[in-house]
């Protein structure tokens, strides 16, 4: 091999190889927990948009940015999850007594089959928004690692007080979910 | 012998119809679904999602759907990720060809390279055979021509 090709594949090499590590760092950088990670240090990140086709009309839409200056629970739930039939009645119950301040309850129902998700609503007579995520689309962006996971976003569109990861009628979530719908409402303690 | 000849391609496309109607296998399907919950097929999977995916192949088949069909209504309901393998059409269709663009590509960088070595081991063999100094030759031959006799 000539001196001159042995530079052009030295060349290739090392470009190859730089590839590669941009690559590694940029999937790192994008492949964190979602804001779910910056709620964790305590920061107030914007709650990520979405726009998703609602379960109960097959051509209707809703997106986060519809209820802008609302404050939002927003849980993501499938109907296989057992934990999710246990605090369906409890999230129902929470947007009945809150729904006079202005306050909305949006389930994602995500990774589901969409004809179960709506028995499942009827069964716990859902009455709160329901979207439908069948692919998941929405989970990365949140930092959603399993069903059911609740956030709060208040009147200025912002993560607030814990997310909660499990039912939130448990006794180990009970605290941290009355809290959030207080954060959520701009009445923390 | 026209009639036997006749008779046999009879016999081979009622054969090809039959294998073009038969239904789906639920173990093949289950092989080339992905569980969106744990990323793996379902074959592979227990996660409750897998388990509901399965029942509804199963109800889909009996009900006397196509493979492709099937796989149409998952698609419809979890997105293209829950195919084990990308379709093979449109930008899906470029993770088939770059594997076989980069084999390709592999063997033409492999091809050359041997070449290379090889002209330039042939060319070494070449410039390893100087001539021989006269005088050096004259002694190596009166020192042979000493030992012979």
């Known amino acids: 091999m000539t001196g001159r090709a ?25 492949n964190s927990g979602g804001v779910a990670d910056d709620l964790a240090k305590g920061k107030h990140p914007a709650a990520p948009a979405f726009e998703l086709s609602r379960l109960d009309a097959a051509d209707g839409k809703l997106s986060l940015a519809d209820l802008k200056g609302k404050p939002v629970i927003v849980n993501f ?21 809150y729904r006079a301040q202005g306050l909305t309850v949006i389930g994602i129902d995500a990774q589901d089959f969409r004809g179960d998700a709506k028995g499942f609503t009827k069964r716990f007579g859902v009455t709160y928004p329901i979207v439908y995520d069948g692919s998941g689309s929405t989970l990365g962006k949140w930092g ?14 912002r993560l607030v007080g814990e997310r909660i990861q499990g039912g939130i009628d448990t006794e180990r979530n009970k605290a941290a979910y009355a809290e959030g719908v207080q954060a959520a409402l701009g009445q923390a303690q | 012998m026209i009639r036997l000849l006749a008779a046999g391609l009879a016999a081979l496309a009622l054969a090809g119809s039959a294998v073009a109607a038969a239904p789906p296998r639920q173990a093949d399907l289950e092989a080339e679904i992905v ?3 744990c990323k793996t097929t379902l074959d592979m999977s227990t996660s409750p999602i897998a388990a509901r995916m399965k029942t509804f192949i199963r109800v889909r088949i009996a009900a006397g ?27 899906d269709l470029l993770a088939w060809l770059l594997p076989l663009a980069a084999l390709a590509v592999g063997i033409v960088v492999v091809g050359a390279l041997a070449w290379t070595w090889s002209r330039r081991r042939d060319s070494g063999v070449e410039a390893r055979e100087p001539d021989l100094d006269p005088d050096l030759e004259r002694r190596v031959d009166e020192e042979l021509a000493r030992y012979e006799d």
């Open chain 1, 6 to 30: 042995r530079t052009v594949g030295q060349i290739f090499a090392i470009g190859a190889v730089a590839l590669l590590l941009v690559l590694l760092g940029w999937k790192l950088a994008h």
């Open chain 1, 77 to 97: 739930w499938a109907s296989w999850c057992i934990p999710c039939k246990d605090e369906a009645p409890a999230l129902q119950k929470t947007y009945e007594k």
């Open chain 1, 144 to 157: 959603v690692t399993g069903f059911p996971e609740t956030f709060f976003v208040d009147r200025q569109g």
């Open chain 2, 35 to 37: 569980c969106p919950t």
């Open chain 2, 65 to 91: 759907d196509s493979a492709e069909q099937i796989k149409a209504q998952l698609v419809d309901q979890f997105g293209p990720a829950v195919l084990a393998e990308p379709p093979k059409r449109g930008f």
